[in-house]
């Protein structure tokens, strides 16, 4: 699925706008802050309705400056570098495409987009093909840390859970060996690769799902 990211980080341009959610009881109030979701905390399917602006991995969350990111980033034992040429390991710079790695120098199944103003216009969660994953790369999966629904998204994936959590998509777009799911108002879109020889909504594909502003 990097390739895909690559692909996409040369033509996304993403322009973010102050967006304000406020609860009943605090309707008109424009100064109200997003209530964050951690997905290595909480499901995101347990409560009320939510959007992509409020989702958290690993505390990174759309809008988030580079330094911000950068300084949260080493607080929990974590680096990102820039998504580019296989084996080059290039710190990021908070430029276009960057994964986030472990302590171990392992990749944990997070990857961010920066923008213009080098802010996070871009969240995405990658689970690789399930069938012969390296155990050490599977075992700093971030996905291994989610809750409830969100985890058998990763983990059981099927067409009627996809349906059941999101609903039927705006648009499918189909590419070159995967297809994507567009979910515009929630800003989620989510894409398949599928495995060789098996249904494209079949457990065993490789999942990815990306977080853009509403």
Known sequence: MQIIKRLWGARIFVFLWAITIAPPSQVGNST??????????????????WTSTQVEVKRLHLGMQWPAVSTTAKEQGLRLKELGVPGLDK???????????????????????????HEITKLSIDR?????????????????????????????????????????????AAGAGFTTFDYPRRGVALTLQGCAGKPLEDPCSEIQIDFVNP
């Open 32 to 49: 109200s802050v997003p209530r964050r979701i951690e997905l290595t905390e909480t499901d995101l399917f347990s409560g009320e309705p």
């Open 91 to 117: 710190a990021c710079s908070g430029k276009g495409w960057c994964e986030v790695l472990d302590a171990r120098s392992v990749i944990i199944g997070v990857s961010v987009f920066f923008g213009e103003r």
């Open 128 to 172: 690789p093909y399930s069938v012969g994953i390296d155990e050490r790369v599977a075992s700093a999966e971030v996905i291994r840390q989610f809750k409830g629904r969100t985890l058998l998204l990763f983990t059981q994936y099927s067409k009627m859970l996809r349906l059941q959590l999101f609903g039927e998509p705006s648009r499918i």
